[in-house]
């Protein structure tokens, strides 16, 4: 299917669908001679897996990752790294009578308009499964970043109208509590929250932000490659991604030049630095060498276990009850999503910095040859 690749030289290519035999992703551009072990992505998409707590689906899926190829001996040989992860525990027979009625907040009539065909057990490739390619691909670019010690960190910002109070914030505290918010007085009142929406039963939505620390300066190009844009590109693409903000974003909208600007100072080392961080870490499409912040909000989970009317394919109104099991709020398994959407999207902006000045490719390559005017 076509837009299923993402990336220039870190490029990303996802596959399979939820009820299909396996979810896979080809990461092909990793550069050679990074640590890397079936260990290192096992943990990333542990924290995405389903059946963990009660606010996830109570699918039990182990989803254990196997490389198949571009590892050799713990380290990565600049070939294509292809990984998989087989589908166990797919109960089709709960979307059956899916195959007629569309579902109001999914993909299924938009697929059904664009493809004529559509794999009706879940979401196909729209599902919150594809996800698992993301975050497998997503962990080998956080290796990557690492050893250039970069990190990315998301968390859950807010759960309804619940939200993590910066004076609270204690990012050990995260994944203490099923909803992974960095503050634990308002995670057990958001917890509540979700408990009594569950029981309605209904679903609910939320924010989800991530900073990207020690991210140099100068990373992202101008116009259509600017860092902004590639990282809200990236997680606009994860499924039900309503909103995107860099920095203060839509509160910027609202604040005066004056109090929107971040004035620069000298710092400790006469480097450059910024007295305060609006802008989110990116300034003209580059990164600034301050942290860069991003949100997402995550709209409420389409899939509730109440009537809702609907139409069907021959364009018969009527009433339809979902069966099967899901989230009663997806933020708290997409946290992982965005952090490794984030990362494979920093990774691929890195090395296309690589070649942006001659000073830098002649220290590369330790030749200067003769300049224009010889
Ligand atoms: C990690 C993750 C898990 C998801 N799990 C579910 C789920 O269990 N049930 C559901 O109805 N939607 C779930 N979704 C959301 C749907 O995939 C998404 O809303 C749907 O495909 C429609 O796409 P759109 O919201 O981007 O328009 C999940 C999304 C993510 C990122």
Redesign the pocket.
């Known amino acids: 299917m076509a837009g299923s690749t993402l990336g220039t030289i870190w490029k990303v290519t996802t596959w399979g669908e939820s009820h299909g035999k396996a979810i896979g992703v080809v990461v092909d551009g990793c550069p050679a001679g990074l640590k890397l072990e079936e260990a290192d992505i096992q943990k990333y998409l542990d924290r995405?897996r389903?059946g963990q707590s009660k606010f996830?689906?109570k699918r039990q899926e182990a989803d254990q990752v196997e490389i198949l190829s571009g590892v050799f001996e713990g380290m990565t040989t600049g070939t294509p790294i292809s990984m998989v992860v087989w589908n166990i525990d797919q109960r089709s027979k709960d979307y059956g009578n899916l195959m007629e009625v569309y579902?109001p907040?999914?993909?299924d009539y938009?697929f059904d308009k664009k493809y004529g065909i559509r794999d009706y057990r879940g979401?196909g490739r729209?599902?919150?499964?594809?996800?698992i390619a993301r975050v497998a691909a997503g962990a080998v670019a956080a290796c990557f970043l690492k050893s250039l010690g970069i990190t990315v960190t998301a968390y859950t910002r807010s759960v309804g109208p619940y939200e993590a109070k910066p004076e609270h914030f204690n990012i050990e505290e995260r994944d203490k509590n099923r909803l992974y918010m960095p503050d634990q007085e308002t995670a057990a009142l958001a917890e509540k929250y979700v408990e009594e929406i569950m029981g309605k039963p209904d679903?609910l939505g939320g924010v989800v932000e991530c900073v990207i620390d020690g991210i140099p300066a100068g990373i992202g190009d101008p116009v259509f490659e600017k860092y902004d844009a590639a990282l809200a590109k990236a997680v606009m693409s994860?499924?039900?991604?309503?909103g995107f903000e860099i920095g203060d974003g839509f509160a910027a909208a609202r604040a005066l030049g004056s109090q929107n600007n971040d004035g620069f100072c000298k710092g400790t080392e006469n480097e450059v630095e910024k007295a305060t961080n609006h802008a989110g870490g990116i300034l003209g499409g580059i990164s600034d060498g301050s942290q860069v912040i991003l949100r997402a909000a995550?709209?409420p989970?389409?899939?509730?276990a109440q009537p809702q009317k609907t139409v069907t394919r021959g364009g018969e109104e009527t009433e339809i009850v979902?069966k099967?099991?899901?989230?009663p709020i997806?933020v708290p398994?997409?946290v992982v999503?965005v952090e490794a959407m984030a990362a494979l999207t920093t990774a691929d902006l890195l090395l296309a910095n690589m070649a942006s000045r001659m000073d830098r490719i002649q220290v590369f390559y330790g030749r200067h040859g003769a300049g224009e005017d010889d």
């Open positions: 995405r389903p996830t689906t579902r907040g999914h993909g938009t979401g729209s599902s919150g499964r594809e996800t679903s994860i499924g039900a991604v309503k995550f709209k989970t389409p899939s509730i979902i099967g099991r899901h989230d997806v398994r997409a999503v």
